[in-house]
Protein backbone atom coordinates (compact mmCIF):
# COMPACT_ATOMS: atom_id res chain seq x y z
CA UNK A 1 0.00 0.00 0.00
CA UNK A 2 0.81 3.68 0.03
CA UNK A 3 1.80 6.29 3.41
CA UNK A 4 3.20 9.61 3.51
CA UNK A 5 5.60 8.96 6.37
CA UNK A 6 7.13 11.52 8.12
CA UNK A 7 9.49 12.48 5.07
CA UNK A 8 8.99 10.27 1.48
CA UNK A 9 5.79 8.92 1.03
CA UNK A 10 6.75 5.27 0.65
CA UNK A 11 4.73 2.33 -1.79
CA UNK A 12 5.51 -1.12 -0.77
CA UNK A 13 4.84 -3.38 -3.04
CA UNK A 14 5.40 -7.31 -3.70
CA UNK A 15 8.28 -8.98 -5.95
CA UNK A 16 6.29 -9.49 -9.13
CA UNK A 17 3.81 -7.58 -8.81
CA UNK A 18 3.47 -4.13 -11.09
CA UNK A 19 4.30 -0.76 -9.11
CA UNK A 20 2.29 3.02 -10.17
CA UNK A 21 4.24 5.63 -8.89
CA UNK A 22 2.41 8.93 -9.31
CA UNK A 23 3.64 12.77 -9.52
CA UNK A 24 1.68 16.15 -9.87
CA UNK A 25 3.83 19.26 -11.80
CA UNK A 26 2.75 22.22 -11.42
CA UNK A 27 3.30 24.08 -14.60
CA UNK A 28 1.15 23.67 -17.52
CA UNK A 29 3.86 24.70 -19.77
CA UNK A 30 6.19 22.28 -18.61
CA UNK A 31 6.99 20.77 -22.30
CA UNK A 32 9.29 17.56 -21.36
CA UNK A 33 9.18 15.20 -18.23
CA UNK A 34 11.61 12.84 -16.76
CA UNK A 35 11.14 9.96 -14.13
CA UNK A 36 14.72 9.17 -12.15
CA UNK A 37 15.80 6.42 -9.93
CA UNK A 38 18.10 7.21 -6.95
CA UNK A 39 19.22 4.14 -4.80
CA UNK A 40 21.14 4.90 -1.28
CA UNK A 41 24.47 7.05 -1.72
CA UNK A 42 24.35 7.91 -5.47
CA UNK A 43 23.11 10.28 -7.87
CA UNK A 44 19.54 9.77 -9.62
CA UNK A 45 19.74 7.98 -12.88
CA UNK A 46 17.84 8.66 -15.85
CA UNK A 47 14.52 5.82 -16.57
CA UNK A 48 12.49 7.20 -19.05
CA UNK A 49 11.35 10.66 -20.07
CA UNK A 50 8.38 11.59 -22.14
CA UNK A 51 7.56 15.15 -24.21
CA UNK A 52 4.23 16.77 -24.10
CA UNK A 53 3.10 15.66 -26.91
CA UNK A 54 2.86 11.97 -26.12
CA UNK A 55 0.15 10.54 -23.48
CA UNK A 56 2.36 7.70 -23.13
CA UNK A 57 5.74 5.85 -23.67
CA UNK A 58 7.35 2.69 -22.77
CA UNK A 59 10.47 1.48 -21.95
CA UNK A 60 11.45 -1.72 -20.61
CA UNK A 61 9.96 -2.98 -18.02
CA UNK A 62 8.46 0.93 -17.80
CA UNK A 63 5.94 2.95 -19.00
CA UNK A 64 5.51 6.71 -18.00
CA UNK A 65 1.73 7.73 -18.84
CA UNK A 66 1.00 11.60 -18.76
CA UNK A 67 -2.31 13.69 -18.38
CA UNK A 68 -1.76 17.56 -19.33
CA UNK A 69 -5.52 17.63 -18.31
CA UNK A 70 -5.06 17.30 -14.72
CA UNK A 71 -0.80 17.96 -14.75
CA UNK A 72 -0.60 14.38 -13.90
CA UNK A 73 2.33 11.87 -14.39
CA UNK A 74 2.73 8.27 -14.00
CA UNK A 75 5.73 5.55 -13.41
CA UNK A 76 4.80 2.06 -14.13
CA UNK A 77 7.22 -0.63 -13.69
CA UNK A 78 6.07 -4.31 -14.14
CA UNK A 79 7.44 -7.30 -12.73
CA UNK A 80 8.85 -5.48 -9.82
CA UNK A 81 12.36 -6.56 -9.15
CA UNK A 82 14.27 -5.86 -5.50
CA UNK A 83 16.47 -3.84 -7.42
CA UNK A 84 13.76 -1.73 -8.15
CA UNK A 85 13.67 -0.73 -4.48
CA UNK A 86 14.90 2.64 -4.28
CA UNK A 87 13.27 6.80 -4.31
CA UNK A 88 11.73 7.71 -7.58
CA UNK A 89 11.80 11.55 -9.00
CA UNK A 90 9.70 13.10 -11.52
CA UNK A 91 10.76 16.34 -13.08
CA UNK A 92 9.50 19.04 -15.50
CA UNK A 93 11.45 21.07 -17.75
CA UNK A 94 10.58 24.89 -17.14
CA UNK A 95 11.96 27.25 -19.57
CA UNK A 96 15.18 27.24 -20.69
CA UNK A 97 17.02 24.30 -18.81
CA UNK A 98 15.30 24.89 -15.55
CA UNK A 99 14.26 21.36 -14.35
CA UNK A 100 11.97 21.17 -11.24
CA UNK A 101 11.53 17.78 -9.14
CA UNK A 102 9.13 16.42 -7.54
CA UNK A 103 9.49 15.67 -4.05
CA UNK A 104 9.98 11.73 -4.30
CA UNK A 105 8.64 8.27 -3.60
CA UNK A 106 10.06 5.41 -1.94
CA UNK A 107 9.55 2.01 -3.49
CA UNK A 108 10.28 -0.52 -0.98
CA UNK A 109 10.25 -4.25 -2.63
CA UNK A 110 8.72 -6.52 -0.03
CA UNK A 111 10.50 -10.70 -0.77
CA UNK B 1 33.40 6.41 -21.44
CA UNK B 2 33.63 7.82 -17.87
CA UNK B 3 30.24 9.16 -16.56
CA UNK B 4 30.79 12.36 -14.68
CA UNK B 5 33.07 12.44 -11.87
CA UNK B 6 32.58 14.45 -8.59
CA UNK B 7 35.31 15.19 -6.12
CA UNK B 8 35.46 14.83 -3.12
CA UNK B 9 32.65 12.61 -2.30
CA UNK B 10 32.35 13.90 0.67
CA UNK B 11 33.80 17.20 2.31
CA UNK B 12 33.53 18.18 6.20
CA UNK B 13 34.09 22.20 7.08
CA UNK B 14 33.78 23.95 10.03
CA UNK B 15 31.33 26.81 10.08
CA UNK B 16 33.04 30.16 8.54
CA UNK B 17 35.14 27.81 6.05
CA UNK B 18 35.18 27.93 2.24
CA UNK B 19 33.78 24.74 0.54
CA UNK B 20 34.57 24.20 -3.22
CA UNK B 21 33.13 21.36 -5.29
CA UNK B 22 34.22 19.65 -8.30
CA UNK B 23 32.57 18.27 -11.35
CA UNK B 24 33.96 16.90 -14.50
CA UNK B 25 30.85 16.20 -17.30
CA UNK B 26 30.83 13.52 -19.51
CA UNK B 27 32.93 13.46 -22.45
CA UNK B 28 31.75 15.25 -25.24
CA UNK B 29 29.57 17.02 -22.53
CA UNK B 30 29.71 20.64 -22.30
CA UNK B 31 26.60 21.74 -20.09
CA UNK B 32 26.45 21.71 -16.51
CA UNK B 33 23.92 21.87 -13.93
CA UNK B 34 24.45 21.72 -9.72
CA UNK B 35 21.84 20.46 -7.63
CA UNK B 36 21.23 20.38 -3.79
CA UNK B 37 19.32 18.16 -2.04
CA UNK B 38 18.60 17.93 1.50
CA UNK B 39 17.71 14.65 3.31
CA UNK B 40 14.24 13.12 2.52
CA UNK B 41 13.62 15.59 -0.19
CA UNK B 42 13.75 16.03 -3.87
CA UNK B 43 17.12 18.00 -5.60
CA UNK B 44 16.61 21.52 -6.19
CA UNK B 45 18.14 23.70 -9.40
CA UNK B 46 20.83 25.83 -8.58
CA UNK B 47 22.73 26.82 -11.56
CA UNK B 48 23.10 26.09 -15.49
CA UNK B 49 26.48 26.57 -17.09
CA UNK B 50 28.31 26.34 -20.30
CA UNK B 51 31.79 26.63 -21.05
CA UNK B 52 32.92 30.20 -19.72
CA UNK B 53 29.23 30.96 -19.82
CA UNK B 54 26.08 30.85 -16.36
CA UNK B 55 23.22 30.36 -18.07
CA UNK B 56 20.28 30.08 -15.63
CA UNK B 57 21.79 30.75 -11.76
CA UNK B 58 17.91 31.75 -10.75
CA UNK B 59 18.09 28.81 -7.90
CA UNK B 60 21.51 29.53 -6.45
CA UNK B 61 21.34 32.04 -2.79
CA UNK B 62 22.29 35.57 -4.07
CA UNK B 63 25.31 35.64 -1.44
CA UNK B 64 28.68 32.95 -0.29
CA UNK B 65 27.34 31.10 -3.55
CA UNK B 66 29.60 30.73 -7.18
CA UNK B 67 29.73 28.70 -9.98
CA UNK B 68 32.12 28.35 -12.53
CA UNK B 69 32.82 26.44 -15.88
CA UNK B 70 36.24 27.49 -17.24
CA UNK B 71 37.61 26.70 -20.46
CA UNK B 72 39.56 24.09 -19.13
CA UNK B 73 39.28 22.15 -16.04
CA UNK B 74 36.26 21.17 -14.21
CA UNK B 75 32.97 22.99 -13.48
CA UNK B 76 33.31 24.00 -9.48
CA UNK B 77 30.77 25.02 -7.42
CA UNK B 78 32.18 27.28 -4.11
CA UNK B 79 30.14 28.31 -1.24
CA UNK B 80 32.18 31.28 1.24
CA UNK B 81 31.45 31.40 4.80
CA UNK B 82 29.72 27.88 5.12
CA UNK B 83 26.66 27.96 7.70
CA UNK B 84 25.35 24.30 9.15
CA UNK B 85 22.59 25.06 7.19
CA UNK B 86 24.24 24.64 3.93
CA UNK B 87 25.03 21.28 4.86
CA UNK B 88 23.19 18.74 2.19
CA UNK B 89 24.22 16.54 -0.75
CA UNK B 90 25.46 18.65 -4.17
CA UNK B 91 24.64 16.38 -6.92
CA UNK B 92 26.27 17.71 -10.79
CA UNK B 93 24.71 16.40 -14.30
CA UNK B 94 25.88 17.05 -17.59
CA UNK B 95 24.08 17.37 -21.47
CA UNK B 96 25.45 17.12 -24.29
CA UNK B 97 23.68 20.30 -25.36
CA UNK B 98 20.66 22.47 -24.64
CA UNK B 99 18.82 20.57 -27.27
CA UNK B 100 19.46 17.60 -25.69
CA UNK B 101 17.62 17.29 -22.02
CA UNK B 102 18.69 14.01 -21.07
CA UNK B 103 21.14 14.61 -18.08
CA UNK B 104 23.35 12.49 -16.60
CA UNK B 105 24.22 12.53 -12.77
CA UNK B 106 27.70 12.46 -11.10
CA UNK B 107 27.95 10.53 -7.73
CA UNK B 108 27.45 13.88 -5.63
CA UNK B 109 29.41 15.59 -2.71
CA UNK B 110 27.93 15.42 0.57
CA UNK B 111 28.91 18.95 2.60
CA UNK B 112 28.64 18.38 6.48
CA UNK B 113 29.56 21.69 8.56
CA UNK B 114 29.86 21.15 11.68
Known amino acids: GESVGLHLPTLSVQEGDNSIINCAYS??????FIWYKQESGKGPQFIID?????DKRQGQRVTVLLNKTVKHLSLQIAATQPGDSAVYFC??????????FGPGTRLSVLP | NAGVMQNPRHLVRRRGQEARLRCSPM?????VYWYRQLPEEGLKFMVY????????ESGMPKERFSAEFPKEGPSILRIQQVVRGDSAAYFC????????????FGPGTRLTVT
Open chain 1, 27 to 32: NSASDY
Open chain 1, 50 to 54: IRSNM
Open chain 2, 49 to 56: LQKENIID
Open chain 1, 91 to 100: AEKLAGQNFV
Open chain 2, 27 to 31: KGHSH
Open chain 2, 93 to 104: ASSRSDSSYEQY
